[in-house]
């Protein structure tokens, strides 16, 4: 989907601000923000028209059931009772005064809801489930956020009405459990987090040179074998840091004792793949599969080591041995392991790498001078070439569309493979991709990885990106949208994960979410959102200005 560009209302958001910019006093505030502060809902609305007045919510009110949006019913009724001391009836049809009910508008765009707060109720409409669910999700932050979690017999909630859609498609966030590991019951929290912030892809980075973490019944060696490592530099990098910092322990749940030695690892079996994607679903959220080649596979290459050109894992001056296209053995395995993924995960779209590829082993290995020769290739870069056309086509017959970091771009690559742009040191990169038609998902390295401790500056960093300011229009067109990603080598523990990830994932999802952002409002609404944090047991760090 092409971004929404500023419309009439944001232009009109932006004015008023300016005016009233000179209306600040000296502490910064400004009227503006405080319209926007509206039981703190992140990421924040399209449009929001506030009314007098507060709408009461008690043993009176009625929670409609009779609809076509049962998910979304349940998520509010859940929200409800938790604050609620007296039960909230739920009724077939209104009732009374107070009812909250969710209506069909075939009018609207199918992510788009509108809320209206009245003294006659709560009316939400949408065209779809997805539209409602993300409603659903709004008010159950006002509810949580307008009784700060506490039980109370009755609450209120401003009168307004909210008319939101979001600006991206592709809202993403993605976790690399290959360096660290998480458990499933974990990733199923994180799941439930991400539907608190309007998030609708999981992109799993499930293979990398550090542990394979994937159950594949062809060939099970990968888990018995490439799921498992001695402790590396990070490892000890981390356990270095746990002497001052037990948040970076490594989680014990994952170490084993071998051979009189202590290894690390760990990995989901099929079912508990199945268990993530059925739970993902309920919350509208695609989990994306990545199987990382052909470089990053030394997991891979020590359980099958005739994958690699030298049939052994080992490291060139940067990165790893990749796997070797040369050999047809490789190219089979490579499609008989998507095959497996292909069938285990329903999303449309799957992601295969291709970053950080050394081809040095390629380069030095007579199969490969002879596979070269055979097929006119000049120059090692071309077997990659050959090797990501080959799994696209793969994947394109099983239905499939491909997503690879933007490395493939350097290659010659064809317009239907999604551009993963993380590489915002290579400047011209994402024209390339735009002008050889590929669409875009932006994870620039400096905004969006959220790996690098986080930081008060980091985060205003990340929540004021505006890819506007910094791409050509020929990109802006082709972005779908934009992802987080949590790379782990230095992150062992749930605790570590959530210190780097809270509250940036807010300032995240406002970015992918929110057309006119305004940093002041932002930090007003976060507050509101400690208490929910508090709640969930999730280890933030508290920002310096939220003190
Ligand atoms: C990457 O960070 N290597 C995609």
């Known amino acids: 989907m092409k971004p929404i560009s500023y419309n009439k209302i944001g232009i009109a958001y932006f004015v008023v601000w300016i005016f009233l910019l000179p209306a600040c006093n000296k502490t910064g505030e400004n009227p503006q923000a405080q319209t926007v502060n509206v039981h703190g809902i992140i990421p924040l609305p399209l449009n929001i028209q506030l009314a007098n ?9 009625v929670l409609v059931t009779n609809s076509q949006f049962q998910t979304a019913i349940g ?41 209206s707060i009245s003294d006659s109720g709560i009316i939400v ?67 439930d987090w991400l539907a608190y912030y309007k998030f609708n892809k999981l992109q799993l980075h499930l293979t990398d040179d550090q542990g394979w973490r994937v159950e594949i019944d062809q060939f ?74 052909p470089g990053h596979m030394s997991a891979a290459i020590r359980a099958y080591p005739q994958l690699s050109c030298v049939d052994s894992a080992g490291w060139g001056t940067e990165f790893s041995y990749p796997i070797c296209p040369c050999k047809p053995e ?20 799957v992601h295969i790498g291709c970053d950080e590829v050394e081809n040095g082993t390629w ?91 986080s930081n008060d500056e980091n985060l205003q960093k990340l929540y004021t990106y505006n890819p506007v300011d910094l791409l050509p229009a020929v990109v802006i067109n082709k972005v779908e949208g934009m992802q987080g990603c949590v790379w782990t080598e230095e992150i062992p523990s749930e605790a570590a994960f959530e210190k780097h990830v809270f509250p940036a994932i807010m300032a995240l999802s406002e970015v992918c979410w929110t057309p006119a952002r305004d940093w002041y409002s932002f930090q007003q609404r976060m507050k509101s959102h400690f208490n929910y944090m508090n709640a969930q047991n999730i280890h933030y760090r508290q920002p310096a200005w939220a003190n």
């Open 125 to 191: 409409k949408s065209k779809s489930k997805t539209g409602a669910y993300y409603a659903a999700q709004s008010l159950r932050q006002m509810i949580w956020n307008s009784t700060l979690g506490v039980k109370a017999e009755s609450f209120t909630l401003k009168m307004m009405t909210i008319k939101d859609q979001p600006k991206y498609d592709w809202r993403g966030f993605h976790l690399d459990v290959s360096r660290h590991f998480f458990t499933k019951e974990y990733i199923l929290k994180l799941i």
């Open 363 to 453: 380069a030095s290995s007579p199969g490969c001078q002879a596979f070269m020769l055979e097929h006119g290739m000049t120059v090692p870069r071309e077997i990659q070439n050959f090797f990501v056309r080959k799994l696209q086509e793969h994947l394109e017959a099983k239905g499939k569309t491909v997503i690879a970091w933007d490395d493939a771009i350097d290659g010659k690559i064809n317009n239907k493979i999604t551009m993963m742009y993380w590489r915002d040191w290579v400047k011209d990169s994402p024209q390339r991709c735009a002008e050889n038609g590929n669409s875009i998902i932006l994870t620039p390295w400096s905004h969006f990885y959220l790996s690098s401790p």
């Open 53 to 61: 007045g507060n709408l009461t919510i008690d043993k009176n009110t």
């Open 75 to 115: 998520v509010v009724d859940d929200a409800l009772s938790t604050v609620s001391n007296s039960a909230i009836l739920k009724k077939d049809s209104p009732v009374g005064k107070t009812n909250i009910s969710f209506i069909a508008d075939n009018t609207m765009d199918t992510s788009a809801y509108q809320i």
């Open 220 to 293: 099970p060696l990968l888990t018995e074998i490439g799921a498992w490592r001695a402790y590396n530099n990070w490892d000890s990098a981390c356990m270095e840091r746990a002497r001052t910092d037990p948040d970076f322990t490594i989680d014990p749940r994952f170490i084993k004792e071998a051979d009189g030695r202590k290894i690390y690892g760990g990995f989901y079996t099929k079912q508990d793949i199945r268990e993530i994607i059925a739970y993902a679903s309920a919350h509208y959220i695609d989990v994306v599969p990545e199987i990382d080649m």
């Open 330 to 349: 490789v190219l089979d395995f490579s499609y008989k392991v998507w095959d497996e993924i292909a069938d285990l995960f329903p999303s449309k779209i």
